[in-house]
């Protein structure tokens, strides 16, 4: 039965030096097409001008011919063999080996092909990608020039309101500036919502890991909003579990940040009832702890579809949301954000004309080394360094240095103001002074320019702690300054207390 395959796949014949078939010597295939006594040239034309060519007893190979056999063409390989008298013919059948040659080569060309538009496509997408980097840069970029060009006048704004409300006025006029703190504050978190949303985006955003006192926190929550929602149909309600630890590690800023941005959300979509905000424990061991924060509302309620979008950034779920609450959308998308960077989790379940719930689980590491330095802070406070000091002040807004002129007099420092880093350079190599700050962006000769010019006032301000004053307060910013010799960073705006706190540590440090 093998045999029998074999032969199918093969003839061996032989003819005269005329062509014409002498013998079937062996073999199956295309048997009916050759004939005794006619021309091997009726199945193979091929031969025609090859045979008489031929040289004596040596081997000939024709690859890659093509038989008519029944109607259907096959691919051949001949083997010939010319001697005196007669040619011996030996064909094989290998249609089978060149079909799958030939879908190999075609395989082949096609890897080639294909390996040819990807390197394309990624010399393409190595272009886009370097365009979208740069697109990033830029907008990082354009982003803290923004935010240092916002938050200039916005520490005027908060910085005048807060030296108006040491005057004495009347009760309304203290209303007024209450109201106008609170919209100072809320374009403060509009600014770092922007920015934040950026830094996340870019991969840039670093959390602190630092001990936080969860109850102080909703303290604190409670007091931001005593006074600022009082004309409101709501009723404010928070609730901090006694099983929790009293101290945790993370980041206390973006914990507030996170809970006012819910609680803000709720207060926008309640007219008229209650806004809850609940802290409770899930799991606790020696060294972590699990931690739930909920915020309630019993406003108007969402649809499933519109609590699956919630968190998507400029998301408005009705088409004049952002008319009637006037947000920018950015809130639950940061909210969401950051929570993930907490390795939290975030949900929301909600019910129309019931209300809303946005549930957040937080891990948090827990460590015994914690103490409460309370008594050292208020021993740090109580004693004023600032008095009495020398400290120059280099800042190109008027009235920035107008603020800060006001509490240095407070505080009964003495002080020098200049508008620019050229005059504070020349104020340096002049006189020695306790403390130097300095705005970043100015003319002539900005904050960082001068700074790292420190063989012009080596001599007078060597040991002097020099601090910046800036709008670009992330944490890669401020990591900036601190490598290229800033002692340490005032970030607008700042209230006084803040202010005068910085100089303190500052000048405490040098005694």
Not at 87 to 92: D, E, G
Not at 311 to 339: S, T
Not at 361 to 387: A, R
Not at 460 to 465: A, F, M, Q, V
């Amino acid at each position: 039965m093998t045999i029998s395959k074999i032969e199918h796949f093969f003839i061996e014949v032989t003819t005269n030096h005329a062509a014409v078939v002498t013998k079937i010597v062996s073999g199956k295939f295309a048997f009916n097409e050759f004939e005794l006594h006619q021309s091997i040239y009726a199945v193979c034309p091929f031969l025609e001008g090859t045979l008489e060519a031929l040289k004596i007893n040596d081997p000939f190979l024709m690859e890659a011919m093509v038989v008519v056999s029944d109607n259907k063409e096959y691919n051949v390989d001949v083997e010939l063999l010319k001697s005196d008298k007669e040619v011996f013919v030996l064909i094989h059948n290998r249609t089978n080996v060149y079909k799958y040659a030939s879908q190999l080569n075609q395989n082949r060309n096609d890897l080639f092909f294909l390996k040819r538009e990807l390197n394309e496509k990624n010399i393409e997408l190595d272009k886009l990608r370097k365009i979208a980097d740069k697109a990033n840069e830029e907008k990082s970029r354009f982003l803290a020039m923004m935010s240092h060009e916002v938050r200039n006048p916005l520490n005027v704004i908060l910085g005048y309101t807060e030296l108006i409300n040491e005057e004495e006025v009347s009760k309304k006029v203290k209303e007024h500036l209450k109201y106008l703190t609170i919209s100072g504050k809320n374009l403060k978190v509009i600014v770092d919502d922007i920015l934040d949303l950026s830094r996340v985006e870019a991969g840039k955003l670093q959390l602190s890991n630092s001990p936080i006192e969860l109850i102080a926190i909703i303290e604190q929550l409670k007091n931001n909003y005593k006074s600022s929602h009082r004309d409101l149909d709501i009723n404010l309600m928070f609730s901090c579990s006694k099983k929790l630890p009293k101290f945790v590690l993370g980041d206390d800023v973006r914990l507030l940040q996170i809970l006012t941005n819910l609680i803000n959300n709720s207060i926008k979509f309640t007219q008229k009832g209650t806004v809850s905000t609940f802290v409770d424990l899930i799991s606790l061991d020696k060294k972590n702890v699990k931690i739930s924060f909920k915020v309630t509302d019993t406003g108007r309620g969402m649809t499933k579809s519109q609590a699956a979008s919630v968190f998507e950034e400029y998301q408005q779920n009705e088409l004049d949301d952002n008319r009637i609450h006037k947000g920018a959308g950015l809130g639950l998308a940061i909210v969401k954000r950051l929570v993930s960077a907490m390795n939290g989790t975030i949900s929301v379940t909600s019910k129309i004309d019931v209300g809303t719930t946005f549930q957040i689980d937080i891990p948090f590491q827990i460590d015994d080394s914690i103490f409460d330095e309370e008594n050292l802070s208020e021993e740090i406070i109580e004693k004023n360094y600032i008095v009495g000091s020398k400290i120059l002040v280099a800042d190109d807004n008027f009235l920035n240095r107008t603020i800060v002129a006001h509490i240095l007099k407070k505080e009964k420092a003495n002080y020098t103001l200049v508008k620019d880093g050229l005059e504070a350079l020349l104020e340096m190599q002049k006189e020695t002074f306790d403390l130097v700050l300095l705005d970043i962006n100015m003319p002539n000769l900005s904050g960082e320019d001068l700074i790292k010019q420190k063989l012009a006032y080596q001599k007078s301000n060597s040991k002097t702690p020099i601090l910046a004053l800036t709008g670009n307060s992330s944490v890669q910013d401020i990591k900036g300054y601190l490598k290229i010799g800033f002692k340490d960073v005032i970030p607008k705006p700042f209230t006084s207390v803040q202010f005068v706190s910085l100089l303190n540590k500052n000048l405490s440090s040098k005694v």
